[in-house]
């Protein structure tokens, strides 16, 4: 039903006009012409007393708070004039309007509170990540200022550990620059055709020392495949494979199995680097792909890394218009599968 000011006072405007003529009858002498000029005047001047309450006084005051309120909606929400809610009565669209941009605000509010708990995780992270090879390599190197320099054999291993934690420290800042610069969109990629197949043996061949001092095995399939064309930065898939390879390596069990298969599609060919290592819980799986963030914080340290790996995949990926996807099972192993845009 439509709520119009005219319809309100029309409504109103009958009843007072019905009320007063009703007991009009009860009095004495009252001829029915009467009764019908005072039925008729008093609908008259109630409908247009009533009209001019609503429409002038309430009706255009909420019309001019629902304004502003949209005007605060379009300035705070990127929203097409279109999206104006339609509606007659001025005091429900008002409702509407309120209700949706409360709820707005409030996806907002929410929003930055995750920002800022990721911003607080972050600088916490970081200083900690930062920190471990400046005390170490400051360790080393002040023992030697204490002395232990003139002993040529500690002095060479207290170097060469020094040496180690500000490689490591170069490598952190590398990628946290190269992290920083994807997500600004200051790094671009240089797609091109380019063979994966061969990008991949390649970084099998790299890798063969880490993979045999594990006992893992590792095996691009299927053998009959040898070209693998796909449009991609050769330099930042090959991290991408290498990252990934790398990653299975180090995860697995000892005398595990490191599989890299490519799989043909119409337009497109998939890519999945899996293992048979212990796997990842399923509650770390929506997070492996965060800054830092690490399953087993005690081994990954172990096995080196900056935490930044699986950030700077998603990233590349995402610039090729794809994404990545991780399936793992407990005791069964762990696979990361992605698609790349055949080559022409």
Do not use: W
């Amino acid at each position: 039903m439509s709520l119009s000011p005219r319809f309100i006072a029309f409504l109103l405007a009958f009843l007072i006009s019905a009320i007063t003529t009703s007991f009009l009858t009860f009095v004495g002498g009252v001829t029915s012409s009467m009764l019908f000029v005072v039925c008729v005047s008093s609908f008259m001047t109630s409908f247009f007393l009533v009209l001019y309450t609503i429409e002038i006084i309430v009706y255009r005051e909420v019309n001019k708070m629902y304004r502003t309120i949209h005007k605060l909606k379009l300035k705070d929400f990127s929203i097409s004039r279109k999206s104006l809610i339609r509606e007659n009565n001025p005091l429900k669209r008002l409702n509407d309007e309120i209700f949706v941009y409360v709820a707005k605000k409030q996806k907002e509010i929410e929003e930055l509170r995750k920002l800022e708990l990721f911003r607080r995780e972050f600088l916490a992270d970081v200083s900690h990540e930062l920190k471990t090879p400046i005390f170490a390599a400051q360790g080393f190197i002040h023992t030697l200022l204490d002395g232990a320099i003139d002993d040529d054999k500690v002095r060479d291993r207290f170097l060469k550990k020094a040496a180690r934690s500000l490689d490591g420290l170069d490598a952190l800042v590398k990628d946290l620059v190269t992290l920083s610069q994807m997500e600004t969109g200051a790094i671009r990629m240089n797609m091109e055709s380019v063979n994966l197949r061969l990008i991949t043996e390649d970084v099998c061949d790299r890798l063969e020392k880490i993979a045999h001092d594990r006992k893992v095995v590792l095996k691009v399939k299927p053998d009959n495949l040898t070209e693998v064309g796909v449009r991609a930065d050769p330099q930042r898939i090959e991290q991408v494979m290498t990252n990934l390879i790398e990653n299975a390596i180090k995860y697995n069990t000892e005398g595990g199995k490191v599989i890299i298969h490519f799989d043909e599609e119409k337009k497109h060919f998939g890519i999945s680097v899996r293992d048979n290592g212990p796997g990842i819980p399923p509650e770390h799986l929506t997070r492996i792909f965060e800054r830092f963030y690490r399953v087993d914080k005690s081994r990954s340290k172990e096995r080196g890394g900056t935490g930044l790996g699986l950030a700077i995949v998603k990233h590349i990926l995402n610039g090729h218009g794809s994404k990545i996807a991780v399936m793992s099972k407990l005791d069964k192993g762990t696979t990361f599968t992605f698609k790349l845009e055949k080559a022409e």
